[in-house]
């Protein structure tokens, strides 16, 4: 083959590859080395599971956001997750992830998917709009974390039956299901609900997308 040929066709095969222009880094930080969680953290999970894990909820995130382009997403550089000694499981300030290592070493199951189902919640609340000044209710906000964190199929045993729960906007568990089902009624439905909500919120958009009002499609559901 001709030198020239070959540099158009490698050429032509630079274009053809996808660029990777969403480039995130990705830090851990295990605060609580002296702890027993801490200790636990380091032997059962350690910093490159959950930098990998990091990655590829992201990627699971960005899919089921439908967001294909560096537009539709939030200007996120790097995300830093710690390890902490605290009460609580975990939560999620700005671009940092904090995670208990007192609920590490108190959970009495399969530690390393309950963890890595708490960092696709986490890893939600990172990259999914809330609605801004016009805030989205808390219970939906986390409920959408919930809702990838079902379809990642990390959803515990304990977690509530499709059906359950006392209002759409319960947050977690139930709202998840909740948005399970409205997304069976209409696929897509809850990456349309999150690119809505990234100007402002309003009950409205359920009208807007399914053509019944939350608290009908909430009746249906229970029904």
């Known amino acids: 083959m001709a030198p020239n040929m070959f540099y158009f066709l490698s050429f032509l095969a630079i274009l053809a590859t996808p660029q990777l222009t969403s480039a995130v880094d990705y830090t851990v930080t295990n605060t609580a080395t002296s702890t027993p969680g801490g200790v636990r953290f380091t032997n059962d999970i350690g910093d490159?599971?959950?930098k990998q894990t990091a990655v590829s909820a992201t990627s699971f995130i960005w899919d089921?956001?439908?967001?294909t382009t560096d537009s539709d997403k939030k200007n996120v550089a790097s995300v830093s997750m710690f390890i902490d000694d605290m009460d609580g499981v975990a939560y999620t300030s700005n671009d940092q992830i904090h995670v208990s290592a007192n609920y590490i070493q108190g959970y009495s199951g399969d530690v390393k998917r309950e963890i890595t189902g708490v960092l696709y919640h986490e890893m939600t609340h990172?990259?999914?709009?809330?609605?801004n000044y016009n805030q989205a209710p808390g219970g939906?906000?986390?409920g959408i974390a919930d809702y990838v964190r079902l379809?990642?199929?990390y959803a515990p045993s304990h977690w509530v039956q499709p059906g359950q729960g006392d209002r759409w906007d319960q947050g977690y568990d139930v709202t998840a299901r909740f948005l399970d089902y409205c997304n069976g009624l209409r696929g897509g439905?809850?990456?349309?609900?999150n690119r809505k909500m990234r100007g402002g919120y309003n009950d409205a958009f359920f009208v807007e997308l399914l053509g019944k009002t939350v608290d009908q499609l909430w009746a249906e559901y229970k029904a």
């Open 151 to 153: 379809k990642a199929g």
């Open 189 to 193: 439905f809850v990456a349309e609900l």
């Open 140 to 142: 939906l906000i986390e």
């Open 48 to 50: 490159e599971y959950t």
């Open 126 to 131: 990172v990259w999914q709009w809330n609605g």
């Open 64 to 67: 089921t956001f439908q967001q």
